[in-house]
């Protein structure tokens, strides 16, 4: 993959056709190909072997996906009392983080944790409760429809959560915060203490229902609260007590909640129906598309995009809104552009109104397939070769770790150019005339620490004295090791500037020396 994906900027799913091929033959081939990679992953230190685990994380990425998906359509497929919210969660989870392991049961272990402490809150005072008494936790694989203790001893219980959960733990909602997607990762959550209001929702339903109380996730005009059946006595709404995950687990009446309603300007015969599970997990996706769209670093925001937007075409097929967005994505990236056709053809045969768009993204993927093929072909033939002037006008090299000196990022050199070689906009946008040796200077291409893939001018870099790994997803791409005060490139990058490698060690030892 190495020598055939290098001048790839993203990598399409026909590059891991093998690993489709060997998962469809045996279900336990996934299992094999996923611990086989991650015995990759973990065989040497981790500054050690960038270029192959690089490449190895993208393999484990589609094999996982192939796995989680059957995994979701089993799922999805069970009677809707064994569609577990929190097991849902975790899915999400493991879908977005598919190189991690799995998430679930150290998840289960810290649910189970934060309901015995609840029950410790009460255990002295209230020893004759009879959740105290039972001294277990309800541990099931169903949806718990029915609390199993009287009102007025879940009322007690459900303080005692509060007080975990708010005051113990400090959980607390992210709103409407779209700047880390770690924020929808309930295994995230759980250990930062900070969530979208659905995590924290999912996350207190789960702890109340193993502390024996049924509670049921609501969206009011935006808004998500608890229901819970308090006064079973009354009639409609009125039976019911609210608890309003984003205000400290307060506990409100119909009435608080149904200002919402008003001051949204929504049908005031709204009823506080349960939202269902599936319609929970979609809007969890969505969440996650806006942070793709948001995010800082480009390859991990369209990352994020892809994994939501492939996610959400399992939770919900009929979406063609959701597959035309992820078409778009795949267009922009120039990947998977045989699936592109296939959700285009899917999009015209539901809705014939679409064939305008459609028929023009069709054509321009056709024309990317053939524009990728020549562009193979012409990298196969002839790749550039940088090679150093004898003025040494190019003060640095590939593979130095370097510090800007005006907006202060830390990064590392993966390209260079002798001069600037960006568009007259770009170069007349970043104020590059108003540097002393404007665009007349050597431009370096750097992967900064944040994430971002950047074009800096010599005059603005300065080397590095910082013995610290620069944290990009791209890394391991260009290089093959880390060694404190530089990088060493992989044998493709070596080849494209052969005369770097000596001028790096030039110049780290002239600075070490003086």
Not at 135 to 144: A, C, W
Not at 451 to 470: C, F, P, S, V, W
């Amino acid at each position: 993959m190495t020598r055939e994906y290098y001048h790839h900027e993203n990598i399409s799913h026909e590059a891991f056709v093998n690993f489709r091929t060997l998962c469809a033959e045996r279900p336990i081939n996934h299992n094999l190909i996923i611990d086989e990679i991650n015995s990759i992953l973990q065989a040497t230190e981790s500054h050690l072997n960038l270029t192959i685990k690089y490449y190895a994380k993208k393999c484990l990425r589609f094999v996982r996906h192939l796995q989680l998906e059957t995994e979701w359509r089993n799922f999805l497929a069970r009677p809707s009392n064994k569609i577990t919210l929190l097991e849902g969660a975790c899915l999400i989870s493991q879908w977005c983080q598919p190189t991690d392991i799995d998430c679930l049961r150290d998840t289960f272990y810290f649910i189970n944790n934060l309901a015995r402490m609840a029950l410790v809150n009460i255990r002295d005072k209230l020893p004759d409760h009879p959740a105290v008494r039972k001294e277990s936790l309800h541990v099931s694989n169903e949806v718990l429809e029915k609390s199993l203790w009287s009102p007025s001893d879940c009322k007690i219980l459900l303080k005692s959560l509060n007080s975990v959960f708010y005051r113990t733990r400090s959980y607390q909602s992210s709103k409407n915060d779209f700047s880390c997607a770690e924020y929808t990762f309930i295994d995230k959550v759980i250990f930062r203490g900070i969530g979208i209001p659905i995590v924290l929702g999912i996350l207190y339903q789960t702890v109340a229902a193993r502390l024996g109380i049924a509670c049921f996730p609501i969206n009011v005009a935006g808004h998500i609260f608890l229901k819970w059946l308090e006064h079973p006595q009354l009639e409609g709404e009125q039976a019911y007590t609210y608890i309003d995950i984003l205000e400290d687990g307060a506990f409100r009446t119909w009435a608080h909640v149904d200002s919402y309603v008003v001051e949204a300007g929504e049908d005031p015969n709204t009823k506080a129906e349960p939202v269902p599970a599936r319609k929970l997990f979609i809007q969890m996706c969505w969440n996650l598309v806006e942070v793709g769209r948001q995010i800082h670093g480009v390859g991990e925001g369209y990352l994020c995009l892809c994994d939501a937007l492939e996610l959400l075409s399992i939770l919900s097929p009929d979406d063609m809104e959701n597959k035309l967005l992820l078409a778009r994505v795949y267009m922009h990236l120039a990947i998977n552009m045989t699936e592109v056709i296939s959700l285009l053809q899917e999009i015209a045969s539901h809705d014939p109104l679409s064939t305008g768009i459609v028929g023009y993204m069709h054509q321009s993927a056709l024309t990317t397939m053939e524009t990728q093929k020549i562009k193979m072909h012409q990298l196969k033939e002839k790749v550039k070769v940088q090679t150093r002037d004898d003025e040494n006008r190019v003060k640095f090299a590939v593979g130095m770790i370097m510090k800007h000196k005006m907006y202060n990022y830390r990064c590392v050199i993966y390209g260079w150019d002798s001069e600037c070689v960006a568009s007259r906009d770009w170069i007349k946008q970043m104020g590059v005339y108003k540097l002393p040796s404007k665009d007349r200077q050597p431009f370096y291409h750097v992967l900064a620490e944040d994430g971002t893939n950047r074009y800096a001018a010599q005059e603005n870099l300065e080397i590095d004295n910082e013995i610290e790994e620069i944290t990009h997803i791209e890394i391991g791409r260009y290089f093959e090791s880390y060694h404190e005060n530089y990088y060493r490139p992989n044998k493709q990058k070596e080849f494209e500037y052969p005369q770097d490698g000596e001028a790096r060690m030039k110049i780290l030892s002239s600075i070490k020396d003086s």
